[in-house]
């Protein structure tokens, strides 16, 4: 049955979809499809849609939501949150070709180009795109011929980047591919393309967009970059500029719980909801916010389920060997995310040690158990992935020549049908050329 927003947006870990979906369906999905295979819930890509929304309620203006395309394009999912009257945050045009397939039109679409080439926005532009992100003075230039070739009127957004991190942090290179400073010395800054964007004809300046990471856990981040923004605006005011702030889009970064201590919606939203309304007032109007997410909309609403097929112990510890690997949740070995695991069936035996090893011939591929003990971990029994339906499937890769694993979709009744067939052998080899 599908849930309504949350009064309380705090859900336990033991309320994920892991450990609601009842065995027998986990079992008898693995007995008609097989393993590894993907497993996507409408009810919580809803709910998690609905929760989004809800828990921004008490912003002063117009609350949108922005699904993150890269997270997982599956055309289902397009379709259920074009449903759910999100919009969409697309980065490329291919990610593009999906919405427009999947849905029949891009109106919704927000593009958030990293290149920003003259062929894209062109490209965007014809196939109905009219709001854009802009990070660079070349993307506004290429943006604008684009538009005035085309006889079109665009509006964009501008990113910029809130410097979060000093310049002697490591972290700060990878922090400048992304928008531009408030004010720089080589003149490429927010303050200057301000300037250009307020002579153009066929681009409009309507608001800005920010974004300070993925499973942001401290709302601080945000504060500290709307912080930032404010001080972009009175430069510019100050500059004489009748700058107008329409919309501002924060981007993502909304944390999922992947383990008991992660926070929660509640635990982030409400200050920074504080500072948007603070901010809304010195500008004279709120302006429309724009909440982008990708992996809190689709994270717990995918598992992913294999099987222990070879058991050996070593060293005192107890090797469960799985069917599947990093090539099908590769944040576990990118990033050493620690998903919520279950296994299945369910029995009494006690917890024990456990090194859960994936398939492939790698010694990365082993998966991060949170306290490095499972209960009940034996021969042929299903382990089941939690918060499995973000960067996942579009991370599949066919490392050791394996195909791409089923994608189930089970709707509203509970009804499981197959999304994205699981893709044969021979399939792979004649995408691999095997035919040329």
């Known amino acids: 049955m599908l849930e309504g927003p949350s009064a309380v947006l705090r859900r336990p870990l033991a309320e994920n979809l892991l450990f609601r979906l009842p065995a027998d369906v986990l079992i008898n ?14 009810a919580t890509l809803r709910r998690n849609a609905r929760d989004l929304r809800a828990a921004y309620s008490d912003y002063s203006g117009k609350v949108s939501v922005a699904y993150s395309v890269k997270a997982n394009f599956l055309p289902r999912i397009l379709r259920t949150f074009w449903g759910e009257g999100l919009l969409f945050d697309v980065a490329t045009l291919e990610e593009l070709y999906f919405l427009e397939r999947s849905i029949g039109s891009v109106e919704r679409s927000i593009y958030t180009s990293t290149t920003q080439t003259y062929r894209e926005f062109s490209r965007a532009i014809d196939m109905g795109v009219r709001r854009f992100v802009v990070g660079s003075s070349n993307g506004l230039r290429n943006l604008a011929r684009a538009a005035e070739d085309r006889g079109v009127k665009v509006e964009f957004l501008l990113r910029i980047n809130p410097e979060l991190v000093p310049p002697t942090d490591e ?38 967009h920010f974004h300070v990471g993925t499973q942001v856990t401290s709302p601080s981040k945000f504060v500290r970059a709307l912080d930032r923004l404010e001080e972009l605006i009175a430069i510019a005011r100050a500059e004489g500029r ?50 982008e997410s990708g992996r809190f ?14 058991i050996k112990r070593y060293a005192g510890l107890k090797y469960a060997f799985l069917d599947t690997g990093y090539h099908n949740l590769l944040d576990a070995a990118f990033v050493r995310q620690v998903y919520p695991i279950r296994v299945v069936p369910e029995d009494g035996h006690a917890e024990e040690r456990v090194v859960l090893a994936g398939m492939l011939c790698d010694s990365d591929d082993v998966f991060p ?31 050791h020549a394996q ?5 189930l979709f089970r709707d509203l009744n509970g009804n499981v049908s197959v999304a994205r067939p699981r893709e044969s052998l021979k ?10």
């Open 29 to 42: 999905l693995s007995e008609t499809y097989g393993t590894p295979y993907f497993l996507i819930d409408e």
């Open 171 to 208: 972290r700060f290179y990878k922090m400048g591919k992304f928008g531009v400073p408030i004010v720089d010395e080589d003149g490429e800054d927010a303050v200057a393309l301000i300037e250009a964007a307020s002579e153009l004809k066929w681009p409009r300046l309507t608001g800005f």
């Open 242 to 291: 009748d700058l107008e702030v329409e919309v501002l889009d924060i981007g993502g970064g909304m944390p999922v719980i992947y383990t008991q201590g992660d926070p929660g919606l509640e635990d982030i939203a409400p200050r920074i909801i504080e500072r948007l309304n603070s901010l809304a007032d010195r500008l004279g109007s709120p302006p429309d916010l724009v909440i």
């Open 297 to 310: 909309l689709v994270a717990e609403a995918g598992v992913l389920a294999s099987r222990i097929v070879n």
């Open 369 to 399: 158990i949170g306290n490095g003990v499972l209960r009940g971990a034996s021969l042929g029994k299903l382990v089941v992935f939690g918060n499995a339906g973000a960067y996942s499937t579009v991370f599949n890769m066919p490392f």
């Open 403 to 407: 195909p791409k694993p089923p994608v």
């Open 427 to 436: 399939e792979l080899y004649e995408e691999e050329g095997g035919l040329n």
